[in-house]
């Protein structure tokens, strides 16, 4: 996959979606919205190559509580553009979010 398509395959929940972070606080939509991040590299080599880019995708769902319809959307996406998943959640009480992340690794080619 690509960059833009894992940004283009998350935009199909219909919810906002950011890389990271939104800009400024002023963008920051109404729940439920979408991160997402790479926060490392499992890159595949042999003989001092890289030959493969393996990253850690992370996708988080914010929502105001837990919100197993809206989390049901976004894996139904997740099972048409991605493989196995790990799911953790846990409310962010100084954010007064849900926060689900989703764990996976994606092969980027591009």
């Known amino acids: 996959m690509t960059y833009q398509q894992i940004y283009e395959a998350l935009l199909q929940t219909g919810l906002p979606v950011t890389y990271e972070f939104w ?18 590299n499992d890159d595949y ?14 996708i988080g769902l914010y929502t105001k509580r ?3 319809e809206t989390e049901r959307l976004v894996e139904a ?6 493989t196995k998943w790990l799911k953790n959640s846990v409310y962010v009480r100084a954010d007064a979010v849900q926060e689900t992340i989703y764990q996976m690794e994606v092969a980027i080619n591009g």
């Open 77 to 82: 996406v997740l099972k048409q553009h991605f």
């Open 23 to 40: 800009e400024s606080p002023n963008q920051i939509p109404p729940l439920p919205y979408i991160v997402f991040t790479y926060p490392q």
């Open 66 to 68: 837990k919100d197993p």
């Open 45 to 58: 080599g042999a003989d001092n190559t890289n030959y493969a880019e393996i990253v850690q995708l992370e």
